[in-house]
């Protein structure tokens, strides 16, 4: 009886913990993580001459959902809800060849939490608060890394 009464206690705050958990552990194993299809030196090497002719926008202007970096680049960013417990959502960006339609580089990234992020703030669930996955940070950063060598 005791027991019963105390596993209730525990799941009316944490329910949702384990499938959250859970959920998200499969999704990040499954689909999450950074690629490169092209490095800028094959591109290069595909085009000659293109790049040194490429000037970067001071303020990349938005189009097609993605931000135009110069003539030939574009920095795509999408987000979307993907599991309907709490707010996980998935993160996807790259950098397109806008010319050829060609992706170049790819991240992609889970996170969840209580209520929606915004401005770091991500509910008072603080135990579902996952904002990347293994490794996430780590692959944003190289993506960033990425996509600023791709502005030349």
């Excluded at 105390?6 to 499954?30: E, N, R, S």
């Amino acid at each position: 009886m005791g027991l019963g009464a105390a596993l209730v206690m525990y799941l009316i705050p944490f329910w949702d913990w384990i499938p959250t958990g859970v959920v998200h552990q499969y999704y990040c194993a499954k689909d999450a993580g950074f690629w490169v299809y092209k490095t800028l030196d094959q591109w290069k090497a595909e085009n000659p001459g293109v790049a040194e002719t490429l000037v970067a926008n001071k303020k990349p202007a938005v189009a097609r959902n993605a931000y135009v970096l110069n003539q030939r680049f574009d920095w795509a960013i999408k987000q979307e809800r993907y599991f309907p417990l709490n707010y996980m959502m998935r993160e996807e960006q790259q950098v397109v060849d806008s010319k050829t339609g060609e992706i170049l580089a790819r991240y992609v990234n889970y996170s969840a939490s209580h209520e929606r992020r915004q401005a770091e703030y991500a509910g008072w669930k603080f135990w579902l608060d996952r904002p990347y996955c293994n490794g996430g940070a780590m692959n944003k950063a190289k993506f960033y890394i990425s996509q600023m060598t791709q502005k030349t």
